[in-house]
């Protein structure tokens, strides 16, 4: 079935630790997105890319890398996991900036 | 700064009465305004959106919200409640860049 596809749904670190959360859609939509979900904060966005290639920061993206070799796919890494990047992540994507986003089912993170 | 600020952390209706989730921003310009759903362990499914013309925009499930320029506010309405709208429900601005903004959400507790 066509989608979005977050991996792994849970995932239990330590801090110091390089965490890669995965993410692939099947539409050829040219923009993905990665956010956090926090209590009290909503979603907030760490980065999002508009093609293969490019990627921008969003409202909050220190600690975190992406890359977008490829179209379907948007990795997020902690390159050195922290306890306050415990959270939520949702990836998600669409076919214009105005056009409605797709939202994955989530990774939910914890950091010891 | 830009922001969406969704001033009821929760919101109890009783099922078949009229429901009303408030959103207000905060944002230069003329953004594209839209409304997500979040059921549990899920990412959001897009409700409606406005980005221009009619001020009342109708959407999924019976959902319409009803923007106004002067007060800037996209408030979410329902005339009828169900107790499967119970949900975590979030407004969300876009300016002319991909930021997505979105308000911390609104718990809506639909009673029998």
């Known amino acids: 079935d066509a989608g979005i596809t977050q991996s792994p749904r849970y995932k239990i670190t330590e801090t110091g630790r390089q965490v890669t959360l995965m993410c692939h859609q099947t539409w050829s939509h040219s923009y993905m997105f990665w956010y956090r979900q926090d209590l009290g904060h909503g979603l907030r966005l760490i980065y999002y890319s508009a093609a293969a290639d490019i990627t921008d920061k969003g409202e909050v993206p220190d600690g975190y890398v992406v890359s977008r070799s490829k179209t379907e796919n948007f990795p997020l890494t902690l390159e050195s996991a922290t306890r306050s990047q415990t959270s939520v992540y949702f990836c998600?994507?669409?076919?214009?900036?105005?056009?409605?986003?797709?939202f994955g089912d989530g990774t939910r993170l914890s950091i010891l | 700064a830009q922001s969406v600020a969704q001033p009821e952390d929760q919101v109890n209706v009783a099922e078949g009465n009229p429901l009303t989730v408030k959103c207000t921003y905060s944002?230069?310009?003329?953004?594209?305004l839209f409304w997500y759903v979040q059921y549990p362990n899920r990412g959001l499914q897009f409700l409606l959106k406005y980005i221009t013309g009619d001020n009342l925009v109708k959407g999924s499930y019976g959902f319409e919200a009803e923007f106004n320029k002067s007060q800037t506010s996209f408030h979410l309405k329902k005339p009828s409640a169900l107790v499967s709208d119970s949900a975590l429900y979030f407004c969300?601005?876009?300016?002319?860049?991909?930021?997505?903004?979105f308000g911390a959400g609104t718990r809506l507790t639909v009673k029998p």
């Open positions: 969300a601005v876009l300016p002319k860049n991909n930021d997505m903004r």
């Open positions: 944002v230069s310009g003329n953004p594209y």
């Open positions: 998600a994507s669409t076919a214009g900036s105005n056009q409605p986003q797709h």
